[in-house]
């Protein structure tokens, strides 16, 4: 079995950061790609930023030059650096790995975290 652990939410003021961990562990037999998502109330699941194992990354434009996303291979990890956060920010966000595990490595799936709360408010 695989598991996605996020940590490092929280609540934090207007222009303030947080750092966002996902630890993946289990059966994994090769990560493709890690990323993470985030859902506000009412609204749909959005990318926020994504990397993969080539170390190319991907962010959503809301997000450009505020959030940095990157990964440590060795531990399976990925994080999400965010600084200058704005109220619009706050979501609940998950993390995402498209991985191959040694029960079957034909095709990657994709796995998801629990969600982590982040909340920006004065």
């Known amino acids: 079995q695989v598991q996605l652990v996020e940590s490092g939410g929280g609540l934090v003021q207007p222009g303030g950061s947080l750092r966002l961990s996902c630890a993946a562990s289990?059966?994994?037999?090769?990560?493709?790609?890690m990323g993470w998502y985030r859902q506000a109330p009412g609204q749909e699941r959005e990318l926020v930023a994504s990397?993969?194992?080539?170390?190319?990354?991907n962010y959503a434009d809301s997000v450009k030059g505020r959030f940095t996303i990157s990964r440590d291979n060795a531990k399976n990890t990925v994080y999400l650096q965010m600084n200058s956060l704005k109220p619009e920010d706050t979501a609940v966000y998950y993390c995402?790995?498209?991985?191959?595990?040694?029960?079957?490595?034909?095709?990657?799936?994709?796995?998801w975290g629990q969600g982590t709360q982040v909340f920006v408010s004065s």
């Open positions: 289990g059966n994994i037999f090769s990560i493709y790609a």
């Open positions: 995402n790995a498209a991985l191959l595990t040694y029960d079957d490595y034909s095709s990657f799936k994709a796995y």
């Open positions: 990397t993969t194992s080539g170390d190319s990354t």
